[in-house]
């Protein structure tokens, strides 16, 4: 017994329960009980993740183009008809809102908060403004008489406008939340986060839409 009891004594403490839990089985450089310090998603996920949605959107449009093209060369009942004059200051408005995006996004960059956000309330409203001009240009189609149903011209007409209306009105609710979400200070890498992604969006929207115009326009 007692040889026993002197080899007992010997013996190595077993790995992991020695000295206050200094060997973990986690290996976490941090120790303690809370584990690794958590990190946020990084940007270029949702930067990808946008894109993702874009090809998305326009292959939509590719095929609400393709339809266009091939519905238009297919018969004789095509009537053209000439669009509101409105959709010219549209666009400029929606040029515009491209240009002071990418204003608002340079003053971001450089920590001019109070500018960036004077000039991302100002994107809002030409964001805005194009809309209630879309409205205005389709109640001009009303009052001369033209509607969805009217022709194949005008049929397509609505369809174009109205479904990149509905897209740009999600790109609006994104301005409109990160303008207000920017002010907490405390989630400023995700305010850049959020300031990419919507400039991206809102970009490729203005350029859908001059494409849609001229294609309306020349058709």
Do not use: C
């Amino acid at each position: 017994m007692t040889g026993k009891t002197a080899i007992e004594e010997l013996e190595p403490p077993q790995l992991g329960r020695a000295g206050g839990g200094s060997a973990t089985g986690s290996g976490s450089p941090e120790g303690g009980d809370g584990g690794p310090v958590p990190r946020g998603t990084p940007q270029g996920t949702y930067v990808t993740g946008i894109w993702l949605a874009l090809a998305s959107i326009l292959m939509f449009f590719t095929a609400l183009v393709s339809s266009f093209v091939v519905r238009k060369g297919l018969s004789n009942d095509w009537v053209a008809f000439p669009l509101p004059g409105i959709l010219w200051a549209n666009t400029a408005v929606l040029v515009a809102s491209s240009a002071t995006l990418e204003r608002a996004r340079r003053l971001l960059a450089r920590q001019a908060l109070n500018d960036f956000r004077g000039w991302w309330g100002v994107t809002t409203a030409l964001g805005l403004l194009f809309l209630v001009g879309q409205l205005v240009a389709w109640r001009e189609l009303r009052a001369a008489e033209i509607y969805l149903s009217t022709n194949p011209s005008s049929s397509f007409f609505y369809l174009l406008t109205g479904t990149h209306g509905l897209h740009l009105l999600g790109g609006v609710l994104a301005l409109l939340y990160v303008g207000v979400r920017e002010r907490q200070e405390s989630l400023r890498v995700s305010r850049e986060t959020a300031v990419t992604a919507t400039s991206i969006y809102w970009h490729f929207l203005g350029g859908l839409w001059i494409v849609l115009f001229l294609l309306l326009y020349l058709g």
